[in-house]
């Protein structure tokens, strides 16, 4: 699992910070937890927000909004369903 915190702004954020999430994920096949300022619009930087939990093939198993909030997901189970479609 990689945790890492990170920072986008509200620019490039909306274009980037869920593709690269994911991406990190499938390319290395783990998990991927991303902790991201809330946005704070009288702050000298505005961040996107977005915090994520990512798992190995991709998919956003949770995602924060803008505002300050806590996120929790067990992955305990790691295999994809049989629906999934690569």
């Avoid at 890492?4 to 783990?30: K, T, V």
């Avoid at 704070?40 to 961040?47: I, Q, R, T």
């Avoid at 996120?71 to 690569?86: L, Q, V």
Wanted: overall charge positive.
């Amino acid at each position: 699992m990689l945790i890492y915190p990170s920072a986008f702004c509200i620019c490039q954020g909306p274009m980037h910070w869920e593709l690269l999430q994911r991406a990190r994920a499938s390319d290395n096949q783990l998990f991927v937890a991303t902790c991201s300022p809330a946005r704070d619009n009288k702050s000298g930087y505005v961040a996107y927000g977005h915090s994520m939990i990512v798992d190995p093939w991709g998919r956003v198993q949770r995602e924060a909004g803008a505002t300050r909030q806590l996120i929790i997901d067990d992955i305990g189970k790691s295999h994809p369903p049989a629906s999934y479609n690569i």
